[in-house]
């Protein structure tokens, strides 16, 4: 028998089949697009998420070599911050605008970041669901026969099972969860006018949500009455696949954002707001930043500069030396998000020369994430959320040269798990409670084998890298007063 994850990113739905012991035995995965129609827009066609399922979860189970027949339960995972609006009968009723998109900014005007960050641990930003909600609300004629409003996972699950559920980590990301009454709270409902009755109800993540329904076994090619769990957002069930259920770890996922986080067993707040706080399962807390295009930044580079593959543009940066010869970036091409949260922010290189070329471009662009990174865990330890150790994950930890700066600028040891793809083996695992095999999420993620490669920091370098980021810094507040201008 096996259990199936399913993770919905933010370029592909992904799917992995797993057996008894956890171990893998098939993976599949389908791919589909974002559509930028405007700046700061960012949407995609829920229909072509529901349209890969299928074909996803028959290419793992082939690989597998079982039947469908041999699965006995499912765990849903991923994208953050969508906003789904579907009618009584289930069905969607506009795009889901994804969580890159930053459109609903005019809908957080006047509303207290104080109140925001002390009630809910998030920034005041509208990336977030309540303020998508908020600007459909607005915008959008055809959603007032709204019935619920979905993040991406719990659409999925609703399709699946029909009932309309999201687990505490997910609703602590939309702006209308309390942390300490741990549901959605009236006061916050309130400030974004929005009804409770239109958001769904809220479960642990390894609970089952229902039993696959006869339109969700056509859904998935698989037998109608298997089990469902509740699911969650991908930057948990990523730490969940990377077995980081417990403090003492720095979560840092290489994937189209980079997401950088780590668990604290009691409730802290960021009051410099770079970190934002969500429930977590086990009765811990997630303390992260939801990240900046990584990934997305070296796609961008791919095509900017003529460059066929991520592994030729981590060969080029491996020619230059650390330090890029000054040569500085930002990684703020959809805005900042760290040293500081700032949404008018804009990517930049600094220190170019008629000696650089594409190859200092490539190792620049891959130090100013690392720095941004560098920003994350520097707070994390100055508010005692401490951590000895980076485990990576994602499509970035492909990249020796990468992972090399990782460790160097991070200056800790950084632990890169075989298998890049955490949130579906995380999802996976959510779905192995859910249907008893194990008590706990931290039995499951114990007992899931891994394979680990630790790249320890290089005090030489380490060194060239702390003259490097003491430039970025200063970089980014010498560029800040024209982070507020239009163009």
């Known amino acids: 028998m096996a259990v199936i994850g399913v993770d919905l990113g933010t370029q592909s739905l992904k799917v992995v089949v797993l057996d008894d012991n956890l171990k893998l035995l098939g993976a599949g995965d389908v791919r589909f697009r974002t559509r930028f129609s405007e700046t700061g827009w960012a949407e995609q066609d829920p229909g072509l998420w ?77 990336t977030h669901m309540a303020a998508k909600i908020r600007w459909m609300k607005k915008h959008r004629p055809e959603t007032r026969g709204c019935r619920t409003w979905h993040q991406p996972v719990s659409l999925i699950v609703e399709a699946l099972c029909g009932r309309v559920v999201m687990d505490h980590a997910l609703a602590s990301t939309t702006m209308l969860y309390g942390l300490e009454e741990r549901g959605f709270a009236s006061d916050l409902l309130s400030v974004f006018d929005i009804d409770r009755a239109q958001m769904p109800e809220v479960a642990e993540a390894f609970a089952e949500a229902g039993r696959l329904s006869t339109a969700g076994s056509r859904l998935t090619g698989l037998p109608a009455g298997v089990p469902v769990a509740v699911g969650t957002g991908d930057d948990f069930a990523n ?146 959320v401490s951590a000895d150790r980076i485990r990576m994950c994602g499509g970035g930890a492909r990249s020796a040269v990468w992972v090399a700066m990782r460790a160097d600028i991070g200056r800790r040891p950084v632990e890169v798990l075989q298998f890049p793809d955490m949130s579906p083996l995380g999802a996976a695992l959510l779905a192995s409670v859910a249907v008893g095999d194990f008590a706990t999420i931290q039995d499951a993620a114990s007992a899931m084998p891994r394979t680990v490669e630790t790249i320890d920091p290089d005090p030489g370098r380490m060194a060239t890298y702390e003259r490097s980021y003491r430039r970025y810094r200063t970089l980014f507040e010498a560029l800040s007063p024209l982070y507020s201008e239009t163009v």
Request: with cysteine; proline share 6%.
């Open 239 to 384: 730490a969940i696949g990377s077995g980081i259920v417990a403090p003492g770890i720095v979560s840092c996922t290489l994937g189209t954002g980079e997401v950088i986080g780590a668990l604290s067993p009691n409730l802290i707040l960021d009051t410099d707001g770079l970190l934002q706080t969500h429930s977590f399962v086990g009765g811990n807390y997630y303390l992260g930043n939801p990240g900046w295009l990584a990934g997305g930044a070296i796609t961008w580079f791919l095509s900017t500069f003529s460059v066929n593959t991520p592994v030729e543009a981590s060969t080029l940066a491996e020619a230059v030396a650390p330090g890029s010869d000054g040569l500085l970036f930002l990684p703020a091409l959809s805005g900042a998000m760290a040293p500081r949260w700032i949404a008018g922010a804009r990517g930049a290189f600094y220190g170019l020369t008629p000696a650089h070329g594409k190859a200092a471009c490539a190792r620049a662009l891959l130090e100013g994430c690392a720095f941004a990174m560098r920003d994350v865990i520097d707070r994390l330890d100055a508010l005692g």
């Open 50 to 126: 529901l349209e890969a399922l299928p074909i996803a979860i028959g290419k793992a189970v082939h690989e597998s070599g079982l039947s469908p027949h041999d699965v006995k339960g499912i765990g849903v995972s991923g994208q953050l911050d969508g906003c789904v609006p579907v009618d009584a009968t289930g069905r969607v009723l506009s795009p889901c605008i994804i969580w890159m998109d930053r459109r609903a900014q005019e809908e957080i005007a006047g509303i207290d970041p104080v109140l925001i960050r002390m009630r809910t641990g998030l920034v005041l930003d509208a």
